[in-house]
Protein backbone atom coordinates (compact mmCIF):
# COMPACT_ATOMS: atom_id res chain seq x y z
CA UNK A 1 0.00 0.00 0.00
CA UNK A 2 2.83 2.14 0.93
CA UNK A 3 3.87 2.35 -2.40
CA UNK A 4 0.75 2.99 -4.14
CA UNK A 5 0.39 5.96 -1.92
CA UNK A 6 3.97 7.28 -3.00
CA UNK A 7 3.06 6.67 -6.17
CA UNK A 8 0.02 8.90 -5.71
CA UNK A 9 2.09 11.72 -3.79
CA UNK A 10 4.61 11.76 -6.69
CA UNK A 11 1.98 12.39 -9.41
CA UNK A 12 -0.21 15.32 -7.78
CA UNK A 13 3.43 16.80 -6.74
CA UNK A 14 4.15 16.91 -10.60
CA UNK A 15 0.62 18.25 -11.53
CA UNK A 16 1.04 20.72 -9.01
CA UNK A 17 4.63 22.08 -10.18
CA UNK A 18 3.65 21.65 -13.66
CA UNK A 19 0.51 23.97 -12.98
CA UNK A 20 2.55 25.94 -10.60
CA UNK A 21 5.30 26.72 -13.09
CA UNK A 22 2.73 27.51 -15.99
CA UNK A 23 0.85 30.16 -14.04
CA UNK A 24 4.19 31.91 -13.01
CA UNK A 25 5.71 31.28 -16.24
CA UNK A 26 4.57 35.04 -17.45
CA UNK A 27 5.76 37.23 -14.79
CA UNK A 28 8.94 37.24 -16.89
CA UNK A 29 6.99 38.58 -20.59
CA UNK A 30 4.82 36.77 -22.68
CA UNK A 31 5.55 34.46 -25.57
CA UNK A 32 6.26 36.87 -28.49
CA UNK A 33 3.66 38.27 -30.70
CA UNK A 34 0.93 39.14 -28.18
CA UNK A 35 0.21 43.10 -29.53
CA UNK A 36 -2.69 42.58 -31.13
CA UNK A 37 -1.36 43.82 -34.34
CA UNK A 38 -0.61 42.69 -37.97
CA UNK A 39 -2.71 39.77 -37.21
CA UNK A 40 -1.41 38.86 -33.82
CA UNK A 41 -3.56 37.76 -30.90
CA UNK A 42 -3.43 39.61 -27.38
CA UNK A 43 -3.08 37.35 -24.51
CA UNK A 44 -6.94 37.15 -24.05
CA UNK A 45 -7.10 36.60 -27.25
CA UNK A 46 -5.05 33.64 -26.60
CA UNK A 47 -7.12 32.08 -23.95
CA UNK A 48 -4.87 33.11 -21.39
CA UNK A 49 -6.47 36.18 -19.45
CA UNK A 50 -10.24 36.26 -19.85
CA UNK A 51 -11.81 37.17 -17.08
CA UNK A 52 -13.09 40.43 -18.72
CA UNK A 53 -13.61 41.08 -22.13
CA UNK A 54 -10.18 43.11 -24.15
CA UNK A 55 -10.19 46.71 -23.06
CA UNK A 56 -13.34 46.11 -20.43
CA UNK A 57 -11.23 48.27 -17.74
CA UNK A 58 -10.93 51.41 -20.13
CA UNK A 59 -14.77 50.82 -20.78
CA UNK A 60 -15.62 50.44 -17.35
CA UNK A 61 -13.28 54.03 -16.74
CA UNK A 62 -10.87 51.84 -14.70
CA UNK A 63 -7.88 52.25 -16.15
CA UNK A 64 -6.04 52.40 -19.84
CA UNK A 65 -2.95 51.47 -21.52
CA UNK A 66 -0.83 54.59 -22.65
CA UNK A 67 2.02 55.38 -24.89
CA UNK A 68 3.65 58.83 -24.91
CA UNK A 69 6.80 60.05 -26.23
CA UNK A 70 5.94 58.84 -29.72
CA UNK A 71 6.59 61.30 -32.26
CA UNK A 72 3.04 62.35 -34.88
CA UNK A 73 6.36 62.16 -38.05
CA UNK A 74 9.53 61.06 -36.96
CA UNK A 75 13.35 61.70 -38.08
CA UNK A 76 15.32 58.96 -39.58
CA UNK A 77 17.53 57.76 -36.61
CA UNK A 78 16.39 60.06 -34.08
CA UNK A 79 16.21 58.09 -30.46
CA UNK A 80 12.62 58.83 -28.95
CA UNK A 81 12.41 57.81 -24.72
CA UNK A 82 8.68 56.11 -24.74
CA UNK A 83 6.74 55.35 -21.84
CA UNK A 84 4.17 52.75 -21.36
CA UNK A 85 1.75 52.98 -18.68
CA UNK A 86 -0.77 50.00 -17.64
CA UNK A 87 -2.61 53.14 -16.00
CA UNK A 88 -5.28 50.68 -14.14
CA UNK A 89 -3.84 50.49 -10.30
CA UNK A 90 -6.34 50.14 -7.76
CA UNK A 91 -6.43 46.50 -6.94
CA UNK A 92 -3.84 45.18 -9.15
CA UNK A 93 -0.35 43.55 -7.74
CA UNK A 94 1.72 43.25 -11.17
CA UNK A 95 1.47 44.98 -14.40
CA UNK A 96 2.92 43.67 -18.00
CA UNK A 97 3.48 44.40 -21.59
CA UNK A 98 4.15 43.68 -25.03
CA UNK A 99 5.17 46.34 -27.70
CA UNK A 100 6.34 45.97 -31.45
CA UNK A 101 7.01 48.79 -33.88
CA UNK A 102 6.03 47.67 -37.39
CA UNK A 103 6.34 49.50 -40.90
CA UNK A 104 2.65 49.51 -41.89
CA UNK A 105 2.73 48.90 -45.58
CA UNK A 106 4.83 45.77 -45.29
CA UNK A 107 4.53 44.96 -41.36
CA UNK A 108 8.42 44.73 -41.15
CA UNK A 109 10.33 46.07 -37.98
CA UNK A 110 10.46 49.75 -37.99
CA UNK A 111 13.88 50.98 -36.61
CA UNK A 112 15.20 49.58 -33.26
CA UNK A 113 13.42 48.92 -29.75
CA UNK A 114 15.91 49.49 -26.75
CA UNK A 115 15.67 48.63 -23.10
CA UNK A 116 17.10 51.21 -20.82
CA UNK A 117 16.69 49.90 -17.54
CA UNK A 118 16.14 46.14 -15.79
CA UNK A 119 12.00 46.52 -16.52
CA UNK A 120 12.17 45.78 -19.82
CA UNK A 121 13.68 43.10 -22.39
CA UNK A 122 13.63 42.37 -26.07
CA UNK A 123 12.38 39.24 -27.50
CA UNK A 124 13.12 38.66 -31.43
CA UNK A 125 11.01 36.45 -33.40
CA UNK A 126 10.46 36.05 -37.47
CA UNK A 127 12.47 39.52 -38.04
CA UNK A 128 10.48 41.53 -35.63
CA UNK A 129 11.40 43.32 -31.95
CA UNK A 130 9.31 42.71 -29.22
CA UNK A 131 10.12 44.89 -26.53
CA UNK A 132 8.30 44.07 -22.90
CA UNK A 133 8.08 43.03 -19.30
CA UNK A 134 10.78 41.32 -16.91
CA UNK A 135 10.15 39.90 -13.87
CA UNK A 136 12.21 42.94 -12.60
CA UNK A 137 9.63 45.08 -13.87
CA UNK A 138 6.34 44.22 -12.57
CA UNK A 139 6.11 45.84 -9.57
CA UNK A 140 5.06 49.31 -11.50
CA UNK A 141 2.73 50.25 -13.92
CA UNK A 142 5.32 52.24 -16.18
CA UNK A 143 7.80 50.99 -18.55
CA UNK A 144 10.40 53.16 -20.06
CA UNK A 145 12.52 52.28 -23.26
CA UNK A 146 14.03 53.88 -26.36
CA UNK A 147 12.24 53.78 -29.99
CA UNK A 148 15.25 54.32 -32.48
CA UNK A 149 13.20 55.71 -35.39
CA UNK A 150 14.29 53.77 -39.21
CA UNK A 151 17.91 54.90 -40.34
CA UNK A 152 16.24 56.08 -43.52
CA UNK A 153 12.36 56.53 -44.44
CA UNK A 154 10.24 53.64 -44.33
CA UNK A 155 6.49 55.11 -44.56
CA UNK A 156 3.97 55.59 -41.68
CA UNK A 157 5.02 53.39 -38.75
CA UNK A 158 2.68 51.38 -36.52
CA UNK A 159 3.17 50.35 -32.74
CA UNK A 160 0.92 48.12 -31.18
CA UNK A 161 0.51 47.25 -28.07
CA UNK A 162 -1.10 45.00 -25.44
CA UNK A 163 -1.05 45.54 -21.14
CA UNK A 164 -2.17 43.39 -18.42
CA UNK A 165 -2.68 44.69 -14.88
CA UNK A 166 -2.87 41.75 -12.72
CA UNK A 167 -4.68 41.09 -9.32
CA UNK A 168 -1.14 39.57 -8.56
CA UNK A 169 -2.60 36.29 -7.35
CA UNK A 170 -0.51 34.47 -9.88
CA UNK A 171 -3.06 32.90 -11.88
CA UNK A 172 -4.45 34.16 -14.91
CA UNK A 173 -8.21 34.67 -13.85
CA UNK A 174 -8.94 38.37 -12.23
CA UNK A 175 -6.60 40.36 -15.38
CA UNK A 176 -7.53 43.10 -17.39
CA UNK A 177 -6.03 43.11 -20.56
CA UNK A 178 -5.42 46.27 -22.66
CA UNK A 179 -4.72 47.00 -26.05
CA UNK A 180 -3.68 49.97 -28.02
CA UNK A 181 -2.20 50.98 -31.38
CA UNK A 182 -0.47 54.54 -32.56
CA UNK A 183 0.27 55.55 -35.70
CA UNK A 184 3.72 57.47 -36.73
CA UNK A 185 3.86 59.78 -39.77
CA UNK A 186 7.14 58.94 -41.75
CA UNK A 187 8.90 61.77 -42.69
CA UNK A 188 8.26 64.42 -45.66
CA UNK A 189 9.04 63.45 -49.25
Known amino acids: MKPRFT ?19 YRTG ?6 GGFG ?12 FELNA ?22 VYPIKLAVTHTEGRGYWGFQLAARVKDTG ?11 GTQMVDEKGIQYIEHTLNGIAANTFEFNWVAPAS ?6 VHASGNAGDGDDSPEGDYIYNTSLSVAGPPR
Open 153 to 158: PAGEVI
Open 30 to 35: PDPAKT
Open 40 to 51: EMTCHQTGCHVS
Open 108 to 118: AQAGELKPIDG
Open 57 to 78: GKAKGLGDLVISGLPTQYEPGR
Open 7 to 25: ALWGALLSVWVLVTISVGA
